[in-house]
């Protein structure tokens, strides 16, 4: 069934009732509770952001002025909100995000820090594993650390889906240089592509 504004609106507002409420009912130690539906709220009001760019483009605006309107580039605003068909099929492509992408790409990236290899490998799909070795992966990585420093830290991953995997960007800071973990998800977790880029790679 198709959303619409003022289902969507009044779900939000239900979920705002819901926040304000349990802050007098609530006891006061128990602020997951309140975090629980903050969030809540934040991603009814998502869901109004979605509706109303599909009723834009439905009344012909282009996505390059939808981006505008959310402060991102069209291929952004068209990755997070766009209904794209899949060719093979004809039928609408799944644009959501691996919900766990995030947490897997930090992993990832800590697995290389520490030089857990066989961890990192041990998630290669069929195409990498025969693609990458072990060995292979500790050389390129290695040749890194070469080129700049050890590893310092890393930022929060960006996340966007790209066809059948979630790709996520992560910058590296390395003691003398700065990279990003480029790294492509399928949704069963396996990992589909790793590259470590310049940071200025887009």
Not at 16 to 21: E, F, G, N, Y
Not at 56 to 85: C, H, K, M, N
Not at 166 to 190: F, N
Request: charge should be negative; aromatic fraction near 4%; hydrophobic fraction near 40%.
């Amino acid at each position: 069934m198709k959303e619409n504004l003022t289902t969507v609106a009044g779900e939000l507002r239900s979920r705002i009732d819901a926040l304000l409420a349990a802050r007098v009912l609530t006891a006061d130690g128990d602020r997951a509770a309140s975090i629980a539906r903050a969030l809540e709220v934040r991603s009814a009001a998502e869901d109004i952001v979605r509706v109303v760019v599909h009723e834009a483009r439905e009344t012909g605006a282009t996505w390059q002025s939808i981006g505008d309107a959310l402060g991102v580039t069209r291929q952004a605003a068209f990755q997070r909100y766009g209904r794209p068909l899949d060719p093979r099929t004809g039928e609408p492509m799944n644009t959501d995000p691996l919900p766990e992408a995030a947490d897997l790409a930090v992993t990832t990236v800590e697995d290389l820090a520490t030089g857990r290899f066989s961890q990192v490998v041990g998630r290669f799909d069929t195409t990498m594993r025969e693609g990458l070795s072990e060995e292979s992966l500790a050389a390129a990585w290695s040749q890194i650390l070469g080129l700049s420093g050890t590893y310092e830290t890393h930022g929060v991953p960006e996340i966007a889906r790209a066809g059948d995997v979630t790709v996520t960007d992560t910058q590296l800071c390395m003691e003398a240089g700065d990279y990003t973990a480029r790294i492509s998800y399928r949704d069963d977790r396996s990992i589909a592509g790793l590259f470590i880029l310049p940071k200025d790679t887009p």
